[in-house]
C-alpha cells in the first residue's frame, strides 16, 4: 500500500470512529446522561482532529509542488470528513434539545 493510500485509510478510520461518537453522543444524550454526551463528543472531536491533521499534511504536501493524483479512494476520504464535520454540528444540536427537554 503506498503512502497515499494509507493516509486515506488513516483519515477514513478516524473520521469514521469520530462520527460513531457523534452518534453515540446523541443517543446517550437522548437518554439524559448529558456528562457522558460530552465525553463522547470530545472524544470524536480529538479523533476528527487526527484525521483533519493527516488531510492538511496532504494539502501542504500539494501546495508545496508535490502533485497529489485525485483517486476513488481519496473522493471517498474527503467525503468522510466532511459528513464527520457536519455530523459533529448536528450531534451538538441533538444534545442541546435533549438538555432543553430534560429541562
Do not use: P, W
Not at 488513516?10 to 437522548?30: D, H, L, P, T, W
Not at 456528562?35 to 501542504?60: C, D, M, P, T, Y
Not at 497529489?68 to 441533538?94: G, K, P, V
Amino acid at each position: 500500500m503506498e503512502g497515499l493510500e494509507m493516509t486515506c485509510f488513516q483519515i477514513i478510520s478516524s473520521v469514521g470512529s469520530a462520527k460513531s461518537n457523534y452518534i453515540e453522543a446523541i443517543q446517550v444524550a437522548k437518554r439524559g446522561d448529558f456528562e457522558q454526551a460530552e465525553r463522547l463528543l470530545e472524544e470524536g472531536v480529538q479523533l476528527f482532529n487526527q484525521g483533519h491533521s493527516a488531510h492538511a499534511k496532504l494539502i501542504q504536501q500539494e501546495a508545496s509542488g508535490n502533485q497529489i493524483n485525485a483517486t476513488l479512494l481519496l473522493i471517498h476520504t474527503e467525503d468522510q470528513l466532511m459528513a464527520a464535520e457536519s455530523f459533529r454540528t448536528i450531534a451538538q444540536e441533538f444534545i442541546d434539545v435533549y438538555k432543553k427537554i430534560h429541562e
